[in-house]
């Protein structure tokens, strides 16, 4: 089975800087994809970014990066330029390349942007 | 793109009663279906997964059930709530690319 980390609970961020958000997992698994989804107060599950582990280019969304580094199985998102509305709980996911398509959460990091 | 609507939004039901959640998918074919409970401030639990009509696996054993009478409708059921069963319950989907889920607006349910 996948185990997915994020090992920081709650962070905390002036509006206009930079957050970064960790995520680590552990698989034996060569071929899988990683995900971020944001969850806001409202508590719809939106996805964030996407990243495919064949892929050695790090996805962007806007303001939305992430720093893929595959042999250390580490897969950080940093919100640049951060907004209120980025306030939320951030969850890192990991799937791996099967029928069901069945994924696995981490325990997710809570973000609040201060004005 | 594909919508996911749940039905109802909210819903509080006292202990030993039914449920009946339910879950409609538009604008796609052939979806993954998905099931999640999710505890306050806590991650997400996968309930019940199916590949296609008729076909459910369950992930925990529990007090809850699943069907799929149609190919983008997706049921939970129970015959008898406990306290436990209470949560945020999401449906999710895969879309048009069938490797990435996406998820509907959830159900609040409160078992008192």
């Known amino acids: 089975a996948q185990t997915v980390t994020q090992s920081q609970p709650e962070m905390s961020v002036q509006e206009a800087e930079t957050v970064t958000l960790s995520c680590t997992y552990d698989?034996?698994?060569?071929?899988?994809?990683l995900f971020w989804y944001k969850q806001p107060p409202s508590r719809q599950m939106i996805l964030v970014i996407r990243q495919e582990a064949y892929k050695q280019q790090n996805a962007t969304e806007n303001r939305f990066s992430v720093n893929f580094q595959k042999a250390a199985k580490s897969f950080s998102l940093k919100i640049s330029d951060s907004q209120l509305g980025d306030t939320a709980m951030y969850f890192c996911a990991f799937m791996k390349y099967s029928n069901d398509y069945k994924l696995s959460f981490g325990a997710g990091t809570t973000v609040t942007v201060r004005a | 793109s594909q919508t996911i609507h749940q039905w109802p939004a909210t819903l509080v039901q006292p202990v030993g009663s039914p449920l009946s959640l339910e879950c409609t998918v538009e604008?796609?074919?052939?979806?993954?279906l998905y099931w999640y409970r999710q505890a306050a401030g806590r991650g997400l639990q996968l309930l019940f997964y199916?590949?296609?009509?008729?076909?459910i696996s369950s992930e925990v054993p529990q007090n809850l059930s699943a069907s799929r009478p149609q190919d983008r409708q997706f049921i939970l059921s129970s015959k008898k709530l406990l306290l436990s069963d209470s949560g945020f319950y999401l449906c999710?989907?895969?879309?048009?690319?069938?490797?990435?889920?996406?998820f509907g607006p959830g159900t609040r349910l409160t078992v008192l």
């Open positions: 698989t034996s698994e060569n071929n899988y994809y």
């Open positions: 199916s590949v296609g009509i008729g076909q």
């Open positions: 999710a989907c895969t879309g048009d690319t069938t490797d990435t889920q996406y």
């Open positions: 604008g796609t074919s052939n979806p993954n």
